[in-house]
């Protein structure tokens, strides 16, 4: 089963499989159930993809126990070499694959494009450091023996991936798992399950063997962690969402003791210091904040700026978020699109609204457009008061709540009074400050004078409530591998 609906193919310009993906074969899964996947621009059924139970999902991860030690034997180079073709494919694909993305999650093309790139470049990276899987030998102190330390596969890997970046979230996880010697299974969120089955596609034509990589949409996402997560031949967990299903999935991979890598969600602050260049940190502040529509972890959540600088940044930053133009993300010249589903539109509506009846002030935006689809406007609120729940909780859209300091001590204190430690921006021209606050900052990623801290070759990830792990870079790799040590004597 590899049809879809003839418009998505007409749009996007390729076929979008609709199955599920289980040990190399497009199948409808054994209930024969579809979930719909909605345009959030227009609230339209744009497809239809399998409904998988949880004895698919446990096929799934047979297909995946199956085709392991072939896969983990396979030399290094032609795991590369499988990850490599495919980013080849999906650069090829590139355009394709953005247009997909706007349909299901209703970001701009211009996010989706750079999503496209960026998600193909985790499979070069990874295909160049399958081969860099070192360990190391030493002599015991003692002198009596040798100490051999081994990378191997840590085995079958569940990969749980949220809907924001449909495509960048899935590959982050399958190229290290892939190139480390691990199989996957990979459950899409089912707001975007599109993006992650052409994902699979793709891999199947760059020669990944069958079983190697295995994909299960469904509609309940806990009967499917509540299957594989006690199935013992399960031996990682890679998910990526809220905080709060990451604490539900930590405590239910317990049981089995399922070494688990979180990437959590954030509450980005955004420091501007009054010696800033204020015309870079506007450009930082604006890609922080309205990348992807502000569906972002990195997302910059809150906006602490000097006083002696924040009525120029405030009046310029509401200028260039009142200015841009908001629509379908197909449309020509679209900067904006909708949220992903009305949930989400609503949770940014009430903490903006709570905001304001506590005494916030309105600089730009501030309400939902009469419009089909699931627009917000973009927002400035200004003197936002400390106990406002926008300064505390993950907004997740284009809304800038903006806070004045004149304390350097204060500044730091309140972007670290948060959970969350996912990422934190600085924006000054003093060096010894910049490094000062880096380091004082409580979060796993720090952005000094840039907006954009993403980078496959980079480790990402948080510290408190944010995750636990890293992703991208060398580190990524070594979250699909165990530690064996063998004590040698010859
Ligand atoms: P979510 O936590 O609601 O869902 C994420 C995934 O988990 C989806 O596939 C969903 O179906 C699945 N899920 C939900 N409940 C589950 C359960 N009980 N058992 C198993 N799976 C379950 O998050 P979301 O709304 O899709 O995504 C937004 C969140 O993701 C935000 O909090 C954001 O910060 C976070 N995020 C974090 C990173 C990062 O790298 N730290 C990156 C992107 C998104």
């Known amino acids: ?67 392991l030690p072939g896969w983990a034997a396979t030399p290094p180079r032609e795991r590369g070499e499988c990850l490599r073709r495919a980013w080849a494919l999906m650069m090829e694909r590139s355009e394709a694959i953005a247009r997909l993305m706007v349909l299901e999650n209703g970001k701009a093309l211009p996010d989706a494009r750079g999503e496209a790139t960026y998600s193909a470049e985790f499979f070069r990276w990874y295909a160049e450091e399958a081969v860099r899987l070192e360990g190391a030998l030493m002599t015991a102190p003692s002198g009596a023996n040798r100490i051999l330390v081994q990378r191997q596969p840590v085995g079958v890997s569940v990969l749980i991936t949220p809907w924001n970046f449909p495509a960048a979230m899935a590959t982050r996880k399958i190229g290290p798992a892939l190139a480390a010697g691990c199989t996957v299974v990979l459950k899409p969120a089912k707001e975007t399950p599109l993006t992650a089955l052409v994902v699979a596609d793709i891999l199947r034509e760059a020669g990944v063997p069958d079983g190697v990589v295995n994909v299960v949409t469904t509609s309940s996402a806990s009967r499917f962690s509540g299957a594989v997560l006690g199935d013992p031949r399960v031996r990682k967990l890679s998910f990526t969402g809220s905080t709060e299903v990451g604490r539900v999935l930590l405590k239910a991979a317990a049981d089995q003791v399922i070494n688990c890598s979180m990437e959590l969600g954030g509450n980005a602050p955004f420091l501007i210091f009054e010696d800033a260049d204020i015309k870079a940190a506007l450009d930082g502040a604006f890609v922080a904040k309205m990348r992807n529509g502000g569906e972002a972890c990195t997302a910059a959540n809150r906006f602490y700026v000097h006083e002696a600088v924040a009525d120029e940044f405030t009046s310029a930053f509401a200028a260039r978020l009142a200015a841009l133009k908001v629509g379908p993300g197909l ?40 419009r089909p689809g699931y627009f917000y406007e973009p927002t400035v609120l200004d003197h936002v008061p400390s106990g406002a729940g926008i300064l505390h909780e993950e907004i997740f859209g284009p809304v800038a709540p903006i806070v004045r300091f004149t304390d350097e001590a204060d500044a730091v204190r309140w972007a670290n009074d948060t959970e969350y430690g996912l990422v934190s921006y600085v924006y000054t021209s003093d060096l010894r400050r910049s490094l000062r606050v880096a380091e004082a900052l409580e979060a796993g990623m720090i952005g000094i004078n840039r907006g954009v801290v993403s980078d496959p070759a980079a480790p990402f990830g948080g510290v408190k409530q944010s995750g636990l792990g890293r992703e991208g870079g060398h580190d990524g790799l070594l979250e699909f591998t165990e530690t064996k040590y063998i004590a040698v004597e010859w």
């Open 331 to 370: 449309e020509e010249g679209t900067e904006l699109g909708p949220l992903v589903n009305e949930d989400t539109r609503s949770k940014v509506a009430s903490l903006v609204d709570e905001a304001v009846a506590a005494g916030s002030k309105v600089v730009t935006g501030g309400a939902v457009p009469d």
């Open 1 to 67: 089963m590899t049809s879809t609906t003839a418009d998505l193919a007409a749009i996007t310009g390729i076929d979008v499989p609709t199955g599920l993906f289980i040990g190399g074969e497009w199948t409808k899964g054994r209930s024969g159930g579809l979930i719909g996947v909605t345009d959030p621009a227009t609230g339209e059924i744009i497809a239809e993809v399998a409904d998988g139970t949880a004895e698919d999902a446990l096929d799934a991860v047979g297909a995946a126990h199956a085709a």
